[in-house]
């Protein structure tokens, strides 16, 4: 059974860091295309970053810099570092996979498996 977890999400600082986890469960997450997403209150879902089953990454412009993905393969892991974090950034954080071994776009219709998400509060 698939399975996405998030943890880490907390309310840093302008300016500050965090990391965010997503454990997978039921499949390989190396083998997959996968996503951080996220969604500001009255605003609809978007993408941040993907990366598929070679490696190969697209950001969303406003977070490209500042965020970084990476995966740990023997923890069948996901995460996302996020730094110089900007009250812009403030979101329900998500990752996500479309079960297939590419990316296209990193439109969140395209994913059908998500975890339940972990919120990121940036105060000024």
């Known amino acids: 059974q698939v399975q996405l977890v998030e943890s880490g999400g907390g309310s840093p600082l302008s300016g500050g860091s965090l990391r965010l986890s997503c454990a997978a469960y039921?499949?390989?997450?190396?083998?997959?295309?996968m996503g951080w997403f996220r969604q500001a209150p009255g605003k609809e879902r978007e993408g941040v970053v993907t990366?598929?089953?070679?490696?190969?990454?697209t950001y969303a412009n406003s977070v490209r810099g500042r965020f970084t993905i990476s995966r740990d393969n023997a923890k069948n892991t996901l995460y996302l570092q996020m730094n110089f974090l900007k009250p812009e950034d403030t979101a329900m954080y998500y990752c996500a996979t479309n079960a297939r071994s590419g990316c296209s776009d990193i439109n969140p219709a395209d994913f059908g498996y998500w975890g339940q998400g972990t919120q990121v509060t940036v105060s000024s």
């Open positions: 990366i598929d089953s070679i490696g190969r990454l």
């Open positions: 039921g499949f390989s997450a190396s083998g997959r295309c």
